[in-house]
């Protein structure tokens, strides 16, 4: 069984940047993909990014060459960092792992799930 609690949500404005954790239970952290999804209001929830054992990292269009994703593994810890934000940017964010490491953007591959992050950003 693994745990996940996501922090670090919040208010920013319009090209600000805010950073969210996730932090994991279990001694097998790092050999997961961990992947980022969110849920805009009124929208399905979709895919952010994901980062592999390996450290490989992999990223929606909508996002890419704006938010990254770091891991921690001595701390169990797994981080998004969101820069140039928009207000479509607004969302629940969540956090999942994919303990077969699959490297996949498909949110079925994910077994675990954090409870969510509220992110708003205000134009």
């Known amino acids: 069984q693994v745990q996940l609690v996501e922090s670090g949500g919040g208010l920013v404005q319009a090209g600000g940047s805010l950073r969210l954790s996730c932090a994991a239970s279990g001694r097998s952290f790092r050999t997961y993909t961990m992947g980022w999804f969110r849920r805009c209001p009124g929208k399905e929830r979709e895919f952010v990014g994901f980062?592999?054992?390996?450290?490989?990292?992999y990223y929606a269009d909508s996002v890419k060459g704006r938010f990254s994703i770091s891991r921690d593994n001595a701390k169990n810890t797994l981080y998004l960092q969101m820069n140039s934000m928009k207000p479509e940017d607004t969302a629940v964010y969540y956090c999942a792992a994919d303990v077969s490491d699959s490297g996949s953007s498909l949110s079925r591959r994910y077994t675990y799930w954090g409870q969510g992050t509220q992110v708003t950003v205000s134009s």
């Open positions: 980062i592999r054992w390996s450290g490989s990292t």
